[in-house]
């Protein structure tokens, strides 16, 4: 049984208990901590987007059509639907002759609330741009037009999109891309269900490149410049992954993923970071990540960023602290395996 990781208080007691995973591995795949079964395969959601988005830069699809560090940005983003999302997607979905109805994301209302809130005020409905999700989705289209291929069904496993991608992610972590157990996302394309340890493994190697090849170690490095330069667009205001990329001061990169997963990158200590809480709760994942960059020592527990996610008090809507949240004894200490 994975340990607990994240508990909540209210009126002295334990309310809620949150379990989980976590491996620390470096690019030769050597587990340098880790807490329960790093065995185990899960789903990462859109936590590997960023493996999602290499294909894109390696082929020089990026190249071809002129995409930008903050479209690469948003290539590996989960974005909150404001402005700064949705008007430079929608640029560069006219500038590869492709329009909001060729995603094959649904739609759903921003993440960013003041920008919901603005489209009911004006009569509005979502639209595909506002998907999470959409700079993938632009990604992978530009991929097609680079390739030559229809554009009809890239989300689909066996589209020629989706097979480059999936045997980019199976090389990175070391498993085979003809037995990955495929999942459908929330945003209609394919998920595969690997184990952390690999996944924090194909994390170390986009921060040590060393083991890749030359196109491959250029596109990692370019993705990873543009993911560290633009924590907004990698997912929006007030949200957790900015918050700790720009608490750690360039030193490391995260990225969220649904059902309680978290995934981050080292790139000064060629690390990687793969986690999942077993009952998906967003919350947990964000404490626990947190509190790996303060063992780290990537980040400052200090910090306003990281305290923010790290232990904070519940409040009730009143604004009264009623409790708190903050990460067990079990990740007390990082100690090493190797």
């Known amino acids: 049984m994975n340990p607990t990781l994240v508990e909540l208080t209210r009126g002295g007691r334990i309310e809620s208990a949150h379990r989980g995973a976590i491996a620390v591995a470096d690019a030769q795949g050597v587990l340098r901590a880790a807490w329960g079964d790093t065995d185990q395969p899960v789903y990462p959601r859109s936590a590997f987007k960023s493996l999602q988005a290499l294909a894109l830069v390696e082929t020089g699809a990026a190249h ?38 060729n995603l094959a994301c649904g739609p759903h209302l921003p993440f960013h609330e003041p920008s919901a809130h603005a489209l009911i005020r004006e009569g509005q409905k979502p639209c595909r741009v506002h998907n999470n999700c959409s700079g993938k989705h632009t990604g992978f289209l530009t991929l097609a037009r680079h390739l030559n291929v229809s554009i009809e ?24 891309a003809h037995t990955l157990p495929i999942g459908i996302d929330g945003c209609a394309a394919p998920n595969y269900a690997i184990p952390l340890r690999r996944l924090a493994q194909a994390m170390a190697r986009l921060g040590d490149t060393a083991s890749l090849a030359p196109s491959r170690a250029s596109a990692a490095k370019r993705l990873l410049k543009a993911w560290k ?31 309680g997963v978290f995934m981050a990158v ?10 999942k809480i077993d009952d998906g709760a967003s919350r947990a994942a964000e404490a626990v990540m947190a509190r790996l960059l303060v063992l780290l020592s990537v980040a400052s527990e200090s910090a306003p960023a ?3 996610h790290l232990n904070p008090h519940i409040r009730n809507w009143r604004g009264d602290i009623v409790g708190a949240r903050y990460t067990t004894a079990a990740l007390g200490v990082c100690t090493p395996l190797a």
Request: proline share 5%.
């Open 306 to 308: 990281i305290a923010r």
């Open 153 to 176: 069904g890239y989300e689909r496993p066996d589209h020629p999109v989706q097979v480059m991608v999936r045997e980019t992610i199976a090389s990175l972590c070391d498993v085979s």
């Open 64 to 101: 071809a059509f002129d995409v930008s560090e903050e479209e690469l940005a948003l290539a590996c983003a989960s974005h909150s639907g404001e402005p700064m999302h949705t008007n430079r997607v929608n640029a560069w979905l006219d500038r590869i002759g492709c329009k909001d109805g």
């Open 266 to 275: 080292l790139p000064e200590q060629g690390l990687g970071i793969a986690l």
């Open 229 to 259: 330069s633009h924590p907004s667009l990698v997912s929006g205001t007030g949200r957790a992954c900015a918050d700790l990329i720009e608490a750690s001061t360039g030193q490391t990169v995260v990225k969220t993923g649904a059902e």
